[in-house]
């Protein structure tokens, strides 16, 4: 039984070393882990008055997502912009721009104004959201 014990405390030594290079290596890598932030920038304007358009015109919002720590594009970012029981989907491009389009039939706007929330979603970032991104007017 004396003889046992001295096995098992190599093993166990063996393998809580084993345990801790592997939490040391992912503590190591553990910047990449980190999200980064993400930024969008509307490049359109953000009031869509809605009198201003015909049933049948297209409204177009160009949003552009971009790296605020070196200010690169973001490629294949989910753009969402929603609310008044409309919402447009769109992925960026290699240049980090998204064209979301709609029409003015797409919101269903009871008051006489209101907002349009935009979110993006993209790999290795963390999520983005805006509330008050587009204004709205009847």
């Given at each position: 039984?004396?003889i046992?014990?001295?096995?098992k405390?190599?093993v166990?030594?063996i393998v809580?070393?084993?345990?801790?290079?592997?939490?040391l290596?992912?503590?190591d890598n553990?910047?990449?882990?980190i999200?980064?932030?993400?930024?969008?920038d509307?490049?359109?304007?953000n009031?869509?008055?809605l009198?201003?358009?015909?049933?049948?015109?297209?409204i177009?919002m160009?949003v552009e997502?971009?790296?605020?720590?070196?200010?690169?594009?973001?490629?294949r970012a989910?753009?969402v912009l929603s609310?008044?029981?409309?919402?447009v989907?769109n992925?960026?491009?290699?240049?980090g721009y998204?064209i979301?389009?709609?029409?003015?039939?797409?919101?269903?706007l009871?008051t006489?104004?209101?907002y349009?929330?935009?979110?993006i979603?993209?790999?290795?970032?963390?999520?983005?959201?805006n509330?008050?991104a587009?204004k709205?007017?009847?």
């Amino acid at each position: 039984m004396a003889i046992g014990i001295p096995v098992k405390i190599v093993v166990l030594t063996i393998v809580g070393m084993a345990g801790l290079a592997a939490m040391l290596a992912i503590i190591d890598n553990g910047e990449d882990a980190i999200p980064k932030p993400i930024h969008a920038d509307l490049k359109s304007t953000n009031l869509i008055i809605l009198s201003a358009f015909n049933d049948t015109d297209d409204i177009y919002m160009a949003v552009e997502v971009i790296d605020p720590t070196d200010g690169t594009s973001v490629k294949r970012a989910s753009v969402v912009l929603s609310g008044h029981g409309a919402a447009v989907v769109n992925m960026t491009n290699n240049d980090g721009y998204a064209i979301l389009r709609s029409k003015k039939t797409d919101f269903d706007l009871k008051t006489g104004e209101g907002y349009l929330r935009l979110d993006i979603k993209a790999n290795g970032f963390q999520d983005y959201a805006n509330e008050f991104a587009v204004k709205i007017v009847k």
